[in-house]
């Protein structure tokens, strides 16, 4: 069975920074591409930033010049370096990865973390 689990969400004002972490475990034979998504509450759950394997990023335009996602495919891990946060930026954060395991033959699947809180104060 394939995991995503994040962690390195908390409370920071604004201006402030942290970093996301998602770490991928299981029976996994690859992963294609990892990223972040959010959703503030009463939104729609939307992308923050991706990465494919062999290293094109994808940002939205709100995060672009704040956020850096960064990659570890030695240990199946994603980042998210968050700086300059701002209020807006208070949501949910899921790390989202493209992986192909044992169990599903080789077959990519798409796997959602449980989601990290982050929220920042004005």
């Known amino acids: 069975q394939v995991q995503l689990v994040e962690s390195g969400g908390g409370l920071v004002q604004t201006g402030g920074s942290l970093r996301l972490s998602c770490a991928a475990s299981?029976?996994?034979?690859?992963?294609?591409?990892m990223g972040w998504y959010r959703q503030a509450p009463g939104e729609q759950r939307e992308l923050v930033a991706t990465?494919?394997?062999?290293?094109?990023?994808n940002y939205a335009e709100s995060v672009k010049g704040r956020f850096t996602i960064s990659r570890d495919n030695a240990k199946n891990m994603v980042y998210l370096q968050m700086n300059s946060l701002k209020p807006e930026d208070t949501a949910v954060y899921y790390c989202?990865?493209?992986?192909?395991?044992?169990?599903?033959?080789?077959?990519?699947?798409?796997?959602w973390g449980q989601g990290t809180q982050v929220t920042v104060s004005s």
């Open positions: 299981g029976s996994i034979v690859d992963i294609g591409a």
């Open positions: 990465r494919a394997s062999g290293g094109i990023t």
């Open positions: 989202n990865a493209y992986i192909s395991s044992r169990v599903t033959g080789g077959a990519m699947h798409r796997y």
